[in-house]
């Protein structure tokens, strides 16, 4: 009896493990089988009560006995969607790594590689929001391995050119981006919109978009090669040049996200410029400032032969004149004066001529 008594008690010391009543019932049955003196007031029967112990403890030292090994975890889903595009392959992503493609999309497990096109691609973060890659722009996922199975892992990121945008919420586990100077934490929980560039010779914009408030995240850059750490604040943009924390330009004018879509179509008529298109022709329906209907427009052509140069003909005499008029004849020949005569003889007398 006092065997079965100390079992009992040895079922009781872990009564976090059961509820409030099994606690209650434990400690009764031990009391009655370890009570010498028979007390049919409060313990009738106690081999009833012996039963009733092994039947409420079994389940308790069975799941005790459990290793923690043979336990199954949560199935953890996929860390991203990407859609593909096969109908313009410039414009499509390419992806790489463990993945699953359906119904136009590539679903990465546990770890992939996405680069985009001639566009930006949104990529899916299941429960969570979007990755927008812009063009050109190559980054690696997978999930962080380092957290424990049956908890939500952490993105880790990695990218060396290019530019990205992560709009996503944060969890207790933070996210990561690596560059190849910096390390970019982004801690929650809260809701992140950072925006990260990269530019030549290491120049890298971080943007913490998020406006100062309760769900602002906490986004720390730390540096691979020097050292240190500089967190940047909801709502400001900061550039790091030459990939160094202490060449910091507080307050950077330049977006650090995708860049804005070029305009669709050439604006400047080129091939209709160069006559290889015909030209538009005006609505018909146009009207004029004061409101009476447009009258078409002829174009203007210039054309060269009506412009040549012509020489001008020399006027023929009327025909009723003479063709040879007389000469007109001379100016009669005044007579010299008297200090002409007197000069003209001054010079014959002295030669002159």
């Known amino acids: 009896m006092r065997a079965a008594a100390e079992d009992g008690r040895l079922v009781s010391k872990r009564p976090e493990k059961q509820t409030s009543g099994a606690k209650a019932l434990l400690y009764f049955a031990a009391f009655c089988v370890g009570v010498k003196t028979p007390t049919y007031q409060l ?8 039963f009733l112990t092994a039947l409420i403890a079994a389940p308790i030292l069975v799941a005790q006995a459990t290793p923690p090994s043979q336990i199954q975890a949560p199935e953890a889903g996929p860390i991203a969607i990407v859609p593909l595009d096969s109908k313009n392959p410039d414009r499509a992503a390419t992806v790489t790594g463990a993945l699953e493609v359906s119904q136009g999309r590539a679903v990465i497990a546990a770890s992939g590689s996405v ?3 001639s566009v930006t691609t949104q990529v899916t973060l299941p429960h969570r929001g979007v990755l927008r890659v812009c063009a050109t722009t190559t980054v690696k996922l997978t999930a962080d391995s380092s957290v424990p199975a049956g908890k939500a892992p952490g993105l880790m990121m990695a990218m060396d050119h290019g530019a990205l945008e992560m709009s996503f919420a944060t969890g207790r586990n933070s996210d990561i981006l690596l560059t190849p100077d910096f390390r970019i934490l982004i801690g929650g929980p809260g809701a992140a919109e950072v925006k990260v560039r990269l530019g030549q010779q290491g120049d890298t914009c971080v943007d913490n978009a998020r406006a100062p408030g309760v769900n602002a995240p906490y986004v720390l850059v730390s540096s691979v090669f020097e050292g240190g750490a500089y967190r940047v604040q ?21 977006p650090c996200g995708c860049p804005p879509v070029a305009p669709q179509g050439n604006e400047f008529p080129l091939a209709q410029s160069e006559g290889l298109a015909p030209l538009p022709k005006p609505a018909s ?12 427009i002829e174009p203007l052509v210039y054309k060269g032969e009506e412009h040549t140069p012509q020489l001008v003909a020399e006027s023929a005499p009327p025909a009723g004149s003479d063709a040879n008029p007389a000469a007109k004849p001379p100016a009669p020949k005044k007579k010299p004066g008297f200090f002409a005569s007197v000069k003209r003889f001054v010079r014959r007398v002295f030669g002159a001529e």
């Open 43 to 50: 313990c009738p029967n106690r081999i009833f009560y012996l």
């Open 115 to 117: 680069t985009s096109g």
């Open 234 to 254: 909801p709502g400001q943009r900061v550039m790091f040049q030459h990939g160094s924390l202490h060449e910091v330009v507080d307050q950077e004018k330049e």
């Open 285 to 296: 329906n146009a009207a004029s400032l004061s409101g009476e209907p447009a009258q078409p």
